[in-house]
């Protein structure tokens, strides 16, 4: 007998073992496979329409009703109002985009804008759901493993959760070298204890699961099942931005796979409740230098099949990489992932919401990314990879002309900016020499900055 409103369970059907949402588990502890936070839905208070979640526009004073996030906690509601930890996050855009349009050969073609958090990336929606779990069960010391900016969500909500009783420890592992200098900054500036192991991503995640077992820190990475709550959220907003009309398609980039995981699961609870009448098609975009993902699916032919998904394919795949010593390699760093953490979860949405996966090259992702750029607000290489890919599948015919397409954008463009000021500022052998790693050559869409002597007339000729 389930009394509370909410509760863990284990994604494998064949298991499906059920736990409080007071304990802090990273896995069925049974038999190893991931986690939902699943809920009792006759008792969670739904409205009867998602039109009347705007009400609480009229009491945004309220933090919980001021919050992207918490506005909508009736759909994730597993924590008392008091626990929870809110800096304001969830205030994004979602904004038509007639360039971007124009560039993907599209028709309706709308960004979310997720780099308009406090710290600049989508990773904030997650973190302020699993700091309000983590006060649930007491924890004030949280770690993550990151590419860079779970690292600054977590560091910044590491402050807020800070009162003047207990202070909240953060502690972020990131890989040597690969991070984004403004995602490195923030943490320092937070005021995380930052770990730097020489090693990948992969490497680092590895670390930090075995530390916080060792230490009893609270872990933060999107195998945290009440992040991916917090996370389903920023579907809602694309929902509530077309008016509660729900879009043909959803692209989004995939890295560690928890967006994509979270998307699917919120479209299919809003079915399943019946607040939603049909299902939106979610595409999946990998950077071909970490495509884990597209291989898996689009060439091993790997499928969730209600559960039953074929472990062998994915085990070999990695036996492999590691015998080849493949290394995932991308100038978009936040999805630089050889072994996708939520991988399974995600083949579970692509099978909720008839998904497509595709790879782009980083010279498709410099391009998409210049493009968003010229929208005014702009966006990281990672996040490009989401209009890279929507121009790849438009082209291909996967995605029609005519659709209407709401693609993620993850993280905001001054994250790390190195990118663009080479991208934009370089051009023939000395563009090819500062991206040689990256396979990128070409800048057709360079805003080259014009260097002109100090003198007036000069100036007036660059002008002309
Ligand atoms: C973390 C991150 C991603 C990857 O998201 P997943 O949910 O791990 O697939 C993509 N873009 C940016 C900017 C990120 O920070
Ligand atoms: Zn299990």
Not at 40 to 66: I, M, Q, V, Y
Not at 335 to 354: H, M
Not at 442 to 458: K, R
């Amino acid at each position: 007998m389930k009394t509370e409103i909410a509760f863990q369970r284990c994604v494998a059907p064949a298991c499906a073992a059920t736990f409080d949402v007071g304990e802090i588990l990273n896995a069925c502890p049974k038999c190893g496979a991931l986690l939902d936070v699943d809920y009792d839905w006759d008792r969670a208070g739904l409205p009867s329409s998602l039109k009347e979640f705007e009400k609480k526009w009229a009491t945004r004073r309220n933090p919980l009703h001021f919050s992207g996030v918490w506005r909508f906690k009736e759909l994730l509601n597993y924590a008392p109002d008091e626990t929870v930890l809110t800096i304001g996050e969830g205030q994004t855009l979602l904004r038509a985009e007639p360039v971007v349009a124009n560039y993907v050969a599209g028709g309706q073609i709308y960004l979310q804008y997720e780099g308009l958090n406090p710290s600049g990336s989508f990773k904030d929606n997650g973190m302020t759901a699993g700091y309000t779990h983590a006060r649930m069960v007491g924890a004030s010391k949280m770690a993550c493993a990151s590419t860079g900016n779970t690292s600054s969500s977590l560091a910044a909500y590491a402050n807020a959760a800070t009162d003047g009783t207990k202070r909240c420890e953060a502690v972020v592992f990131v890989g040597s070298g690969r991070i984004a200098m403004g995602k490195l900054a923030q943490g320092l500036d937070f005021g995380a204890k930052t770990i730097q192991i020489q090693g990948s991503f992969d490497d680092a995640m590895r670390r930090v699961k075995e530390i916080s077992k060792a230490l009893g820190i609270y872990l933060l990475n999107s195998v945290n099942p009440f992040r991916l709550e917090g996370q389903k959220t920023i579907m809602l907003r694309i929902l509530e931005g077309l008016s509660w009309e729900v879009p043909d398609w959803i692209v989004c980039p995939g890295g560690n796979l928890g967006n994509s995981s979270a998307f699917g699961k919120i479209f299919h609870e809003l079915k399943k409740t019946g607040l939603i009448q049909r299902l939106p098609r979610l595409a999946v975009v990998n950077a071909a230098g970490a495509n884990t993902l597209h291989r898996l699916y689009n060439e091993q032919g790997l499928r969730w099949n209600g559960g039953a998904y074929d472990q062998k394919k994915i085990t070999d795949f990695y036996t492999q990489m590691d015998a080849e010593k493949r290394e995932a390699h991308t100038i978009a760093s936040a999805i630089e992932i050889n072994r996708p953490v939520n991988l399974v979860k995600s083949l579970r949405a692509l099978e909720w919401l008839n998904g497509v996966v595709c790879d782009v090259t980083d010279q498709e992702i410099v391009d998409a990314k210049a493009i968003v750029g010229r929208t005014g607000i702009g966006c990281e290489p990672a996040s490009a990879a989401s209009v890279a890919g929507l121009k790849k599948l438009i082209a291909n015919g996967t995605i029609g002309k005519s659709e209407r397409v709401a693609c993620v954008i993850t993280g905001h463009q001054l994250k790390g900016s190195e990118t663009a000021v080479t991208y934009h500022s370089k051009s023939g052998a000395e563009l090819g020499e500062a991206f040689k790693d990256y396979g990128i050559r070409s800048n057709v869409y360079a805003n080259q900055p014009i260097q002109v002597a100090n003198d007036l007339e000069e100036i007036v000729k660059a002008l002309k």
